[in-house]
Structure formats: structure tokens, C-alpha cells
Nanobody, 115 residues
Framework: QVQLVESGGGLVQPGGSLRLSCAASGSIFRLYGMGWYRQSPGKQRELVARVTSLDSKNYAVSVKGRFTISRDNAKNTVYLQMNSLKPEDTAVYYC?????????WGQGTQVTVSS
């Protein structure tokens, strides 16, 4: 069982920045693929960014160039740096851990981009 705890969400003005953090339990965090997903009302949950155990990264087209995913294996933590935020980035952001044999989700953190 992997437990994931997200933090860092909040209210920010358009053009602003936020950094989300996701702390994971488990002694083999370095072997997990980690991802950030988001879901806004009435829409399906969508992938925002993923980073593999080998530090390979991919991004949704809508966030490429604005968001950066990174991981710190020493701290069992994955981050999502979000810059140039837009109102359409408003959503609940979820952390995901892919252990190959199973998938785990955090409880989500709200990000609201509004003036």
C-alpha cells in the first residue's frame, strides 16, 4: 500500500505560479512512476504530467512549457511547478503512483486560477 499526500494548492491570479508537492510512503519510491492528473467539474480526469523511475518526463500539450514535474527520491516526493497559470488550469490536482502491479491516488488538492 502506498499513501500519497498532496499539498500546495490554493487560489492564484492568472499568470501566477504554484508548486504542488506529493509525499509518498514506501521504501522503493525510486521505482515508482509518478504522475499528476487533474479533474474539473463535469470533465474527466486527465493526465497533466508524468515522470518515470528513470526520470523520463511527458506532459499534456496544454501545459507543456508552463509546468515542470520533478522528483526527489531522497525525500520520496514529486513536485509540479506550475507557471503562467490560466483560468482553465482550475481543477483538483491528484498525485498518482504507478508501482507496475498497482495504482495509487492521493486525496487531491484544489487549484483555482482567478482574478
Amino acid at each position: 500500500q502506498v499513501q500519497l499526500v498532496e499539498s500546495g494548492g490554493g487560489l492564484v491570479q492568472p499568470g501566477g505560479s504554484l508548486r504542488l508537492s506529493c509525499a509518498a510512503s514506501g521504501s522503493i519510491f525510486r521505482l515508482y512512476g509518478m504522475g499528476w492528473y487533474r479533474q474539473s467539474p463535469g470533465k474527466q480526469r486527465e493526465l497533466v504530467a508524468r515522470v518515470t523511475s528513470l526520470d523520463s518526463k511527458n506532459y499534456a500539450v496544454s501545459v507543456k512549457g508552463r509546468f515542470t514535474i520533478s522528483r526527489d527520491n531522497a525525500k520520496n516526493t514529486v513536485y509540479l511547478q506550475m507557471n503562467s497559470l490560466k483560468p482553465e488550469d482550475t481543477a483538483v490536482y491528484y498525485c498518482n503512483a504507478d508501482t507496475v502491479s498497482d495504482n495509487f491516488w492521493g486525496q487531491g488538492t484544489q487549484v483555482t486560477v482567478s482574478s
